[in-house]
């Protein structure tokens, strides 16, 4: 600080700026102020840095109000940097009191466009806020990765965006390992990716989050794949809503609705009559009859007993 009381006055009306530059570390609030306006007066930019220098370091509203006056007419920047200024406070206070995620949402991107390193604290912190849902912690952890501060999670989703494909699949295979539901939307524009493997590894991951947004995704995706929709896994918590549109009217109409085609081809049944048949009358018809042979001299031998007709003399 300085010692000596500096008069002002007699400063400005020497365009003493070096003095009126010391002055801006003196004690009393009110010199410092003094100093601040007059060189604004002065029109003494070469005090832009002192005065910068002085704000950093001021604690008190009036005197600050000055020194931001001050460099705002020596600085054409400086109106640009305080309006900035004021709007980063503006959105970090909503990131700590808003619970509408869509101002969050906004809010982030806008600290992300801003650049400012001194929101990073803020946006870790609502992104590391597992209660906040999904699409709020994306935005913060792509407004980290515009800030070039992220944590070492958060830098997976800048793998996903890599030219070579093993730092796309070994990023999505991360993010599913991790179950970074976070990550939802990113991993669903990664099955889309041209090499098979990246969309296969974000397919799985999709798969462990287990959530309504990724099966849906993952329904359309076989679809793309195979032509066709497969079922998604039985979870009877992520039944889909019942579908608000009207069913189609099933009364019955005047044209008589067209019938299936069932003729069969005619068949002729004809009546069968019961036969009764004799038994030994069918053993005869069955059996044919075998003409009678002559016996041989052997077959008489053998029947010695049987009669045989008298020779003639």
Avoid at 139 to 166: M, Q, Y
Avoid at 191 to 200: A, C, E, K
Wanted: charged share 30%; aromatic share 2%; net charge positive.
């Amino acid at each position: 600080m300085v010692d000596r009381r500096p008069n002002i006055w007699k400063l400005q009306a020497n365009q003493d700026i070096d003095g009126l530059c010391r002055a801006l570390a003196y004690s009393d609030p009110d010199i410092r102020k003094r100093a601040a306006a007059a060189l604004r007066a002065l029109g003494a930019t070469e005090a832009v840095d002192y005065l910068r220098q002085a704000l950093q370091a001021e604690r008190q509203p009036d005197v600050r109000e000055h020194l931001m006056a001050a460099l705002t007419h020596l600085d054409g920047s400086f109106s640009e940097a305080v309006a900035k200024e004021k709007k980063r406070d503006a959105l970090i206070q909503k990131l700590s009191t808003s619970h509408d995620a869509k101002e969050l949402i906004e809010a982030a991107q806008q600290l992300g466009e801003l650049g400012d390193q001194l929101a990073t604290e803020a946006l870790v912190t609502l992104f590391r806020n597992t209660t906040q849902p999904d699409r709020v912690r994306l935005a913060a952890a792509k407004a980290l990765l515009n800030l070039k501060s992220a944590p070492s999670v958060v830098t997976l989703l800048a793998g996903l965006k890599k030219d070579n494909w093993r730092v796309r699949h070994n990023a999505a295979a991360v993010l599913g390992q991790l179950r970074a539901t976070w990550a939802t939307e990113p991993l669903i524009e990664a099955l889309s990716d041209p090499h098979p493997n990246v969309r296969l590894a974000a397919a799985a991951a999709l798969h462990r989050f287990q959530t309504r947004q990724a099966l849906e995704a993952l329904a359309l995706y076989q679809k793309r794949r195979t032509g066709q929709t497969k079922p998604l896994p039985h979870r009877p918590d992520l039944a889909p809503p019942i579908s608000s549109k009207p069913e189609k009217d099933t009364a019955p109409s005047d044209k008589p609705s067209p019938q299936p085609n069932t003729t069969m081809p005619r068949v002729e049944h004809t009546k069968t009559r019961e036969i009764r048949v004799d038994p030994k009358r069918q053993t005869q018809q069955i059996m044919p009859r075998l003409p009678i042979l002559p016996k041989t001299d052997d077959e008489e031998d053998e029947n010695p007993s049987s009669p045989t007709a008298p020779e003639k003399t």
